[in-house]
Nanobody, 118 residues
C-alpha cells in the first residue's frame, strides 16, 4: 500500500510559476514510477509528467519546456515545477504512484487545484 498526498496548488496569473509537491508513504520501495496527471472540467485525465525509478522522465507535449518533474529520494517526495503557466493549465493535478512488475497498480493522491487566470 502506498499513500500519496499532493500540495502546492493555488491561483496564479498567466506567465507565473507554481511548484507542486507529492509526498509518498507506505511501501515506497515498491514504486516503479511516479507521475503527475491533471484533469480539467469536462476533460479526461491526462499524463503531465512522469519519473521512473532510474530517474528517467517524460512529459506531455503541451508542457515540455515549461514543466519539470523532479524527486527528493530522502524525503520520498516528487515535485512538479510549473513555469510560464497558461490558462489551459488550469486543472486538478493528481499525483500517481505506479507499482507492480507484471500487473500494474496505481495509487492516487486527492488532487490539488491549479487555476491560471487574470
Amino acid at each position: 500500500q502506498v499513500h500519496v498526498v499532493e500540495s502546492g496548488g493555488g491561483l496564479v496569473q498567466p506567465g507565473g510559476s507554481l511548484r507542486l509537491s507529492c509526498a509518498a508513504s507506505g511501501s515506497i520501495f515498491s514504486i516503479n514510477a511516479m507521475g503527475w496527471y491533471r484533469q480539467a472540467p469536462g476533460m479526461e485525465r491526462e499524463l503531465v509528467a512522469a519519473i521512473t525509478r532510474d530517474g528517467s522522465t517524460n512529459y506531455a507535449d503541451s508542457v515540455k519546456g515549461r514543466f519539470t518533474i523532479s524527486r527528493d529520494i530522502a524525503k520520498n517526495t516528487v515535485y512538479l515545477q510549473m513555469n510560464s503557466l497558461k490558462p489551459e493549465d488550469t486543472a486538478v493535478y493528481y499525483c500517481n504512484a505506479q507499482l507492480g512488475t507484471f500487473k500494474r497498480r496505481d495509487y492516487w493522491g486527492q488532487g490539488t487545484q491549479v487555476i491560471v487566470s487574470s
